[in-house]
């Protein structure tokens, strides 16, 4: 059987292979721990920012996969470490020897799965965000007057301090209030003749109003916050209308909230392509290491040269040696005769 | 008598000046996060100096940042003595200067304890500080025009925003200043001109606060203007109402978020120097055991360490009389070129 994708080590290539994996390894380890900080961020993040998006999101997969594929990787990166050292110390490699061919068969299954996995995830879940931050936002627009209503008593106050946080203003704008009811009806005055009208003049009786909350106000404006009336324009005397912007915040938070979780997910995609390639590196400078240090016999300062290879024979070959050696394994009877008739033979011969 | 004396033999001795050697890169690494935590602490006072009225004393993280660079520099100076003292030969290089530095570094960690006292006791100058520096700040709050004070309403807004705080000592210092600028009003208007006339200053006052002192956590639209008027707001009652706007003070705020922080730098330089003072009594353990190795050669012998030769007050007493020597040294050489001339003389 040819060995696949053979490559001769003598003795000093085997010694630069292995120190460059040991560095390489410890990048391993460096880019698995990165990895790990960095979707731990992100689920607080996401912890904070649960209540705006919509409840059947994916979204949270993507650090969870992410952290465990950063778990693995780092794993793989010690083992690497441990190994690529071993290796060069003949008192240290023999308990290598026997490891070193299941581990490496679990990083590339189990860590590369891994990867894989949290990369297609970092590609596809983005694109959710659009709409669960659409269905989100928008229910906790309508629930911020309800601060009495049992499960949704929270969202007045995590509402403002996302626009005080991420400094925006409703979804799209500050005119999203306009279509809302936000002031509970607990605290209207159903003596008020405004309040009155206002409420019968709209289809399904709710007390929508040209205000918005405190909360979208910016303090770079050089007057105090306007919030009430603001689709009047002679309500405001003096308003500059050079400086429209400034009073209250331009962004929407669905943009915001959009870009921001969007850059973390590219950041943790880009660290898991990185991540992946220095895996794929360790693991193929592991095997030739490994195949190459057996051709020794485990002997590691033989001057002799070896061949390091991918796989002993193509896949083909692979597969008919296992499956003969299986089938060897299941005729024990036929087994003896042969042998049992060439040693009568051998006496004769010399006999 | 010696002070705390310790038998050394050479495998002894080996192991002291290994761990003080891994003691000292501890220290050196120590060294830096002191350096590190006054770095922070000025970069915090800086960022907030504008309602401190520039005035506020810099002297916790000055002291700090120069306490971290000195532990650094001593002791990785230490950590090379203490590798080098396994050998003879490099030893003799250091052994003239180990008493001035050993003394130098008693001194250190006198001036570290001190430094780390000062960081629990200076908050009271901050109290004065943030006192005058925020009342400044609030009357500067409608000068959004004036060049030099048009970030006052910003550095406000987003200082009451953040710590969740009101006015100097509350909400009701807002109803004493003018915080909406004169450009905004509609002097037109006969609301804002029976304001002006009945104020003896013709200030425009109201019962009203600016927006970053409403509390998101309160259950009705935050209620900014006639907050003392209760018929001007529906089911309101202000002397009940407690989640409306924030109720703490900015003064007491930022005082107790510097205090935290200066108590915490203060607790963990405090640990640091009982690391130091560690480190210098096994220095001086180690000096003072080498040093009575009798024979040079013989570095398989037993030596004594100890503290102190003599007993403290023996000690304090032959201190004093080679500091009485130095000056009566002077005297006596005087007296001799004197008594040296008379006998030429006579």
Not at chain 1, 289 to 314: C, K, M, N, S
Not at chain 2, 20 to 40: D, E, H, K, P
Not at chain 2, 243 to 254: E, I, K, P, S
Request: proline share 6%; glycine share 10%.
């Amino acid at each position: 059987m040819a060995p696949v994708l053979p490559l001769v080590l003598p003795l000093q290539p085997r010694i630069r292979l292995a120190q460059g994996l040991w560095l390489l390894s410890w990048l391993l380890v460096l880019a698995g721990g990165l990895i790990l900080l960095c979707s731990g961020h992100l689920l607080v993040q996401l912890r904070h920012l649960g209540t705006f998006l919509a409840p059947s999101c994916q979204f949270p997969a993507l650090p969870q996969a992410a952290l465990v594929a950063g778990a693995v990787a780092l794993g793989t990166g010690l083992v690497g470490v441990g190994a690529s050292r071993a290796s060069l110390n003949a008192a240290l490699y023999p308990p290598w020897r026997g490891v070193l061919g299941p581990m490496l068969v679990a990083g590339t299954a189990g860590g590369g799965g891994l990867l894989v996995i949290a990369l297609g995830l970092a590609l596809a879940l983005p694109g959710s965000l659009d709409e669960a931050l659409e269905e989100g936002l928008g229910t906790a627009l309508a629930h911020y007057k309800d601060t009495e209503v049992p499960g949704h008593c929270q969202a007045k106050r995590l509402v403002d301090e996302l626009q005080l946080r991420y400094q925006c203003c409703g979804r799209h704008g500050y005119k999203d209030w306009f279509g809302v009811q936000w002031v509970s009806s607990r605290y209207l005055d159903p003596s008020d003749q405004d309040v009155v009208d206002r409420i019968q003049s709209n289809v399904e009786g709710l007390y929508l109003t040209d205000g918005v909350p405190f909360s979208c106000c910016n303090p770079h404006s050089p007057r105090p916050c306007l919030q009430n009336r603001l689709s009047d324009s002679y309500a405001h005397p003096l308003f500059d209308p050079r400086q429209p912007n400034q009073n209250l915040w331009a962004q929407g938070c669905h943009e915001v909230l959009l870009e921001h979780l969007q850059d973390l997910a590219g950041t943790l995609g880009s660290m898991l392509a990185v991540t992946f390639l220095l895996q794929a590196l360790v693991l193929l400078g592991l095997r030739y290491l490994q195949t190459a240090l057996e051709g020794l016999g485990g002997v590691i300062d033989g001057e002799g040269e070896t061949q390091g290879y991918l796989f002993p024979g193509r896949l083909k070959d692979m597969l008919k040696t296992a499956w003969l050696q299986g089938g060897v394994a299941c005729r024990p009877a036929p087994e003896e005769a042969p042998p049992g008739e060439a040693p009568p033979k051998e006496d004769l011969s010399e006999a | 008598m010696a002070l705390l004396k310790v038998k050394f033999d050479q495998k002894k001795r080996v192991k002291l000046a290994q761990g003080l050697w891994l003691m000292n890169w501890f220290s050196v690494l120590a060294g830096i996060i002191i350096f590190s935590l006054g770095l922070f602490l000025k970069i915090e006072l800086r960022k907030r100096s504008d309602v401190m009225n520039n005035s506020e004393s810099h002297f916790v993280p000055n002291s700090l940042i120069g306490m971290g660079v000195l532990s650094c520099v001593f002791n990785s100076l230490a950590g090379k003595i203490c590798y080098d003292a396994l050998d003879p030969a490099k030893y003799a290089r250091w052994k003239p200067w180990l008493k001035p530095y050993l003394a130098i570094c008693v001194l250190f960690n006198i001036v570290l304890f001190l430094v780390a006292l000062c960081c629990f006791l200076l908050r009271g100058s901050l109290e004065n500080t943030l006192g005058q520096g925020l009342k400044n700040g609030m009357k500067y709050y409608r000068d959004t025009d004036t060049p030099g004070r048009c970030f006052m309403k910003k550095t406000i807004d987003m200082l009451q925003i953040e710590f969740k705080c009101c006015g100097n000592n509350g909400f009701r210092d807002w109803f004493e200043i003018q915080w909406i600028s004169n450009r905004y009003l509609d002097f037109s208007s006969k609301e804002v001109k029976d304001r002006i006339k009945s104020n003896v200053d013709g200030r425009y006052l109201v019962d009203g606060v600016p927006f970053s002192c409403c509390n998101p956590s309160s259950p009705r639209p935050c209620i900014q203007y006639q907050i003392t008027n209760n018929s001007a707001h529906y089911s309101y009652d202000h002397q009940t109402e407690e989640l409306n706007l924030w109720v703490r003070g900015c003064r007491a705020a930022l005082l107790s978020y510097y205090s935290s922080l200066m108590n915490s730098m203060g607790v963990v330089t405090l640990l640091i120097w009982l690391f130091e003072v560690t480190i210098t009594i096994g220095l001086r353990y180690l000096q003072t055991s080498l040093d009575r190795v009798s024979n040079p050669e013989e570095t398989e012998s037993e030596s004594e360490g100890w503290l102190l030769e003599k007993s403290v007050p023996e000690t304090w007493k032959a201190f004093l009389e080679s500091v009485k020597k130095l000056g009566k040294g002077n005297q006596v050489e005087a007296e001799g070129a004197d008594a040296g001339q008379a006998p030429e003389a006579g």
